[in-house]
């Protein structure tokens, strides 16, 4: 038996995006293994400003995709998570809104748990591109407080995508930089 | 025998903030680990805007600490690694410069893999402290396209610090926001 270690840090090196979907549907309780993931990430001061809609209906997949010239993936995908920053999250004596920081360790775990669940996903930006962020907000009917941060189309994987090598040594400093 | 994504996600679950250290070292190798599992992340069209400084010398360390008000669990770490952005890796045609959302997502995999490696961390925001960063930028000699992101304390866990709940399901929403 392989060590819990080995387990995990093979999944983040073998982590990749996946574009091409079967169409297959996504299970509602796998959608929420994913979203708890996502809330178990850390934040700034433990503020957690985040927000999540989770999209399994064709119609609203189509629409979105309609919108996103980069996320045209989203036609075949089985759902998406849309993952947002909610700035009604009040803010702490002085602390700098880092809410996108924080969207950005939540999209990572999801893409993580996407992938030991052998299941496909891509990072798809929305913040900060005002016009697909616009898009999708018009889509979803997203209230003002609530920025859409990334669109992670999920589902399961058609094509045979890869994890890419990128371990670059020459990006490794040790104590200090040279 | 467990299955991979139990494991994995049991891993994301249990990930917590650890801030009392041992003041064992850190292995190179452990470090070399864990590096490797930040450049696993995804960047903004696989630019990999990053790189990285390990610090295992106390006086090092401590230098950092005494002028990071938020940081002081350095005193006691057996290591750091600072994330940082590298604005010399090029943009391609008007994308905009996410480079800390992508600093962001390695930080996230530095912590899972530290948390399934039986070691603690805590993720400490340098960016966009100009104060913080200022300091980190003059003790570690960078250069000036290089900009520290985060600061991250590694050791062997010396408390208790227990993961927190924070799955809310109100953050929830289905298909549309309401």
Known sequence: MRETSEIVLENIFQRRSVRIFTGEAVDHSELMTLMKAAMSAPSARNRQPWAFVAITERSILDQLAEGLPKTKMLYQA??????CGDS???????AADLWY???AACSENILLAVQAMDL?????????????S?????VLGLPAHI?????????????DEMPKDKFRPERIHWEKWE
Not at 88 to 93: G, H, I, Y
Not at 125 to 131: D, K, N, T, V
Request: hydrophobic share 45%; aromatic share 8%.
């Open 134 to 138: 616009g898009h999708v907000a018009k």
């Open 101 to 103: 920081i924080d969207a």
């Open 88 to 94: 009604s999250v009040e803010l702490q004596d002085g």
């Open 78 to 83: 089985g759902a998406a998570i849309i993952v």
């Open 147 to 159: 920025q859409p941060f990334s669109v992670i189309p999920i589902g399961h994987p058609a094509g």
């Open 120 to 132: 496909g996903a891509v990072w798809s930006a929305l913040y900060p591109y005002e016009e697909r």
